[in-house]
């Protein structure tokens, strides 16, 4: 009998953002697959876990997926964690679900903590349909992609480094208009925690006289200028 992949989202800030289960999971497994094991080691040891652990990054996710298969047809039960979040949602993950699910090996995915869904919530923009991008392209492509944007008539998502922000914002200028609405929200259930509204233009005079900081969640006003009612 095979074991199972346990997908398991840790907390992005505040430690105590972690569920019993989750908790009771790492507790039960064999192994635990961390993006960054000195990440991990440090939320296992607020948990008093003591459990093995191996690396799995984007820079070692295909040398080591054959490895996985093997000990999970043993009948082991491996966790996958990412440093913070949900695995697979901008983090390594997807391969090897995707090659689980290829060799009938039961996957079991818990609900928890990701950044975007907070900062949607709190953005105060229309959220019954919106579209989730993640990192937009550095390079190629990117223009594309802002293009794209432009004709976005939901309420849309990107994730963003703080030593690009402004960049990321003066592109939406550009591509959407001065006066598309937006917010910038950063570090999520931390101490600092901030969430800042207001037009593209507002938000990068205000980001451009500070110093930005941690993880970054952009949300955007879609194309359609019209209010939607959600009992519409």
């Known amino acids: 009998m095979s074991g199972q992949l346990f997908i398991?989202?840790?907390p992005i800030g505040?430690?105590?953002?972690?569920?019993?289960?989750?908790?009771?999971?790492l507790k039960t497994v064999d192994l635990i697959l961390a993006e960054d094991t000195?990440?991990?080691l440090f939320l296992l040891k607020h948990l008093q876990i003591e459990k093995p652990l191996k690396s799995y990054h984007q820079h070692n996710e295909h040398k080591i997926l054959e490895e996985?298969?093997?000990?999970l047809n043993l009948g082991k039960n491996i966790a996958l964690v990412s440093d913070a979040g949900t695995p697979g949602i901008s983090d390594p993950g997807f391969l090897l679900i995707?090659?689980?699910?290829k060799n009938n090996i039961p996957i079991i995915s818990l609900p928890g903590a990701t950044a975007f869904v907070p900062a949607l919530v709190n953005s105060g923009l229309p959220c019954n349909e919106f579209s989730f991008y993640g990192f937009l392209p550095q390079k190629k492509g990117r223009q594309t992609k802002l293009k794209q944007l432009a004709l976005e008539e939901k309420t849309f998502i990107v994730y963003e480094s703080p030593f690009r922000l402004v960049k990321l914002l003066q592109e939406l200028k550009d591509h959407l208009g001065a006066d598309r609405l937006?917010?910038?929200s950063r570090e999520i259930t931390k101490l600092f925690e901030e969430t800042k509204r207001g037009t593209v233009t507002e938000l990068i005079t205000y980001f451009s006289a500070k110093t930005v900081k941690g993880e970054i969640v952009v949300c955007v006003q879609g194309n359609k200028n019209i209010e939607t009612e959600i009992d519409e």
């Open 98 to 101: 995707r090659e689980v699910i």
């Open 182 to 184: 937006a917010t910038v």
């Open 38 to 40: 000195r990440t991990t």
């Open 14 to 25: 505040n430690l105590q953002d972690i569920t019993l289960r989750a908790i009771n999971t």
């Open 8 to 10: 398991i989202p840790t």
């Open 68 to 71: 996985l298969i093997t000990l």
